[in-house]
T-cell receptor
Framework: ELKVEQNPLFLSMQEGKNYTIYCNYS?????LYWYRQDPGKSLESLFV?????AVKQEGRLMASLDTKARLSTLHITAAVHDLSATYFC??????????FGQGTTLQVKP | DTAVSQTPKYLVTQMGNDKSIKCEQN?????MYWYKQDSKKFLKIMFS???????INETVPNRFSPKSPDKAHLNLHINSLELGDSAVYFC?????????????FGSGTQLSVL
């Protein structure tokens, strides 16, 4: 059974600090997605990574994909309170259904 | 204009009742989905339709029946509601079922079964 595991599941950090969220998946997938969900809200697409070595950056967030290691990272640089949310990675093996990780809840404290 | 809209946003009902959630997308997408998010925020796909045709049907009780009258709409009907059905249900759409397209999600329907 395909598994998508995120680490950590909960992260509390101070503003201005850097941190990385990890996403491991158990089967071949050459595409990986990152989504953000604010409390009580919908999911918003952040990044779509389509190939090995892909790196995408938007503001203080940078995502990368290593398909050989079956690992994606979401790096947060100089965190600010507005980044507080739950972040999900997801894979779509064979282009079919999207399989989500458990989510990482990020809390950025002033 | 909301790209993927679902109604109602909140649904509180008694066990044993039958209820429906509606979803519409105005993005011109061919594929629509229903996802269930449990109290631990875990998201799991339930169904997917491509051009009104069912293409993904996960292990979901047959009390759940999706209906797609056209490719812009995917409704979810639930019979004989149970306590365990309480969750947030998200509708989503994408351009295709097998392309590297991101999914666009609706705002969710929080279902509470009492």
């Amino acid at each position: 059974e395909l598994k998508v595991e995120q680490n950590p599941l909960f992260l509390s950090m101070q503003e201005g600090k850097n941190y990385t969220i990890y996403c491991n998946y158990s089967t071949t997938s050459d595409r990986l997605y990152w989504y953000r969900q604010d409390p009580g809200k919908s999911l918003e697409s952040l990044f779509v990574l389509l190939s090995n070595g892909a790196v995408k950056q938007e503001g203080r967030l940078m995502a990368s994909l290593d398909t050989k290691a079956r690992l994606s990272t979401l790096h947060i640089t100089a965190a600010v309170h507005d980044l507080s949310a739950t972040y999900f990675c997801a894979v779509r093996p064979g282009g079919g259904k999207l399989i989500f990780g458990q989510g990482t809840t990020l809390q950025v404290k002033p | 204009d909301t790209a993927v809209s679902q109604t109602p946003k909140y649904l509180v009902t008694q066990m044993g009742n039958d209820k429906s959630i509606k979803c519409e997308q105005n993005l011109g997408h061919d594929t629509m989905y229903w996802y269930k998010q449990d109290s631990k925020k875990f998201l799991k796909i339930m169904f997917s339709y491509n051009n009104k045709e069912l293409i993904i049907n996960e292990t979901v009780p047959n009390r759940f029946s999706p209906k797609s009258p056209d490719k812009a709409h995917l409704n979810l009907h639930i019979n004989s509601l149970e306590l365990g059905d309480s969750a947030v249900y998200f509708c989503a759409s994408s351009q295709g079922a097998r392309v590297a397209e991101k999914l666009f999600f609706g705002s969710g329907t929080q279902l509470s079964v009492l």
